[in-house]
């Protein structure tokens, strides 16, 4: 333990970070295994395929009202942990900031489904779904997270988490019901946000107020470059899922939905490391930049070893895992995770780059990345559907994400090479 001190300074804070953000992530991979043969089962596989074409849409919807904020407010947080008014400032700016563009997706919402409808209930469920991004508002994850308070976090994923689960069991018991996840799904989310009002209020002294025009548009305008790649990642990540909801089946949208739930599975323990040492290396950077470099290379070492590990499970046993979460096999599942199976890898390898140009501000550098990766995820995926099917759309992300892989850690040698994980090897 003592060598572990010496190897990553702030060690006890940053286990107690990890312990908090897997309990978040363990039940992110529990409800899914718990709940997937039971949804399959009762709303069957063109349902479920379409509710899930539904959750894009809401989370399309999600990332403009977050704006990139839990990833650009929260080094502020860290940074103003121990001033009360800079952080009551910050959010506040933040608060207003998301309660303007939540105004602005109420707007887009109606639009999105004149488009298409794949079966009866869909815009009821689009609907029904919206609330659950307006009390995300007070859900500020990036604040806990900054002041690395996470067990906040686990207390409303929690709640959360457990009225969806106990309402599926008792609530959803044929097709129909599909609306009722709808329900379930925000009403977790409206239970969550009023514990986090408490929380906020008890423990921090922090309650939301209008930040004013100026203050809210100059968070947006601060903020918009970091919008825009993260608009761009949403788009290559869901964009698959939302083209062949769009253009095929409703069974092959379920097929894919399947495959893609599974690597989104695996996406949340990146998100778990990623959101982990975030804080760490603001810190560090800020504070230690000297150490900044060996830390990324030891981080990228674990990376390496865990998702490593995890691509060649996943490759081997596609077929157990897809008879553990659907209930029964859907052999068409099968190709499409062996293609994805070392994507988790690939983004693994991604996010000490990512991070150190986050965190130095290299917006622009980024961003380019980001949305010609985003861009070139569209022209493959659109090419793949129009000739091919929905192999080549996996294929199409996987090509994607080696693209935006080596544009980050290609960026980071250009712009600050003694923060890249390279340095020395080369």
């Not at 303007?100 to 815009?123: K, N, V």
């Not at 779904?129 to 500020?140: C, H, N, R, T, W």
Request: glycine letters at 8%.
């Amino acid at each position: 333990m003592n060598r572990l001190k010496r190897l990553f300074p702030g060690t006890s804070q940053l286990m107690h970070n990890f312990l908090s953000l897997s309990a978040i992530q363990a039940f992110n991979y529990l409800v899914p295994i718990l709940t997937f043969p039971y949804m399959l089962r009762v709303i069957g596989l063109e349902r479920f395929g379409a509710y899930q074409y539904a959750m894009v849409i809401i989370g399309y919807l999600g990332i403009i009202i977050d704006y990139g904020y839990n990833m650009s407010a929260t080094p502020l947080a860290a940074q103003n942990r121990h001033e009360p008014e800079a952080l009551q400032r910050l959010f506040n700016e933040v608060f207003s900031g998301r309660l303007l563009l939540m105004g602005a997706t109420a707007i887009l919402l109606p639009l999105t489904y004149f488009f298409w409808q794949p079966i009866d209930g869909f815009a009821e469920v689009l609907l029904v779904l919206f609330p659950g991004l307006v009390a995300s508002i007070f859900i500020p994850t990036w604040l806990y997270q900054g002041v690395e308070k996470m067990g906040y976090a686990v207390t409303l994923h929690f709640s959360s988490r457990l009225i969806q689960i106990l309402g599926l069991v008792l609530a959803v018991r044929k097709p129909e019901d599909w609306v009722t996840m709808a329900w379930l799904n925000t009403g977790g989310q409206l239970a969550a946000s009023g514990i986090s009002l408490y929380i906020l209020k008890r423990n921090f002294g922090l309650m939301p107020h209008w930040a004013g025009w100026n203050a809210s548009f100059k968070s947006l305008k601060s903020g918009a470059a970091l919008f825009f790649s993260q608009f761009a990642i949403s788009c290559y990540l869901m964009g698959g899922l939302f083209l062949v909801g769009f253009t095929r089946t409703t069974r092959e949208n379920g097929i894919y939905a399947l495959a893609d739930k599974v690597l989104q599975l695996i996406r949340q323990l990146l998100i778990l490391f990623f959101q982990t040492v975030f804080p760490r290396a603001s810190l560090l950077i800020a504070e230690q930049p000297q150490a900044a470099g060996a830390f990324f290379r030891k981080f990228l070492l674990i990376l390496f070893l865990v998702f490593g590990t995890g691509g060649v499970l996943l490759f081997l046993q596609a077929d157990w895992i897809v008879q553990i979460l659907a209930g029964k096999p859907i052999p068409e599942v099968l190709p499409l995770l062996r293609i994805m199976a070392f994507i988790p890898l690939v983004v693994a390898i991604n996010i000490p780059a990512f991070q150190a140009l986050l965190i130095l501000g290299e917006k622009r550098a980024y961003a380019t990345v980001l949305i010609s990766g985003a861009m070139l995820n569209l022209v493959l995926t659109i090419l793949a559907l129009r000739f091919s099917g929905l192999e080549a759309v996996a294929w199409a992300l996987l090509i994607t994400e080696i693209w935006i892989t080596t544009g980050l850690h290609g960026a980071l040698w250009k712009k600050a090479p003694s923060f890249s994980v390279w340095k020395g090897l080369f």
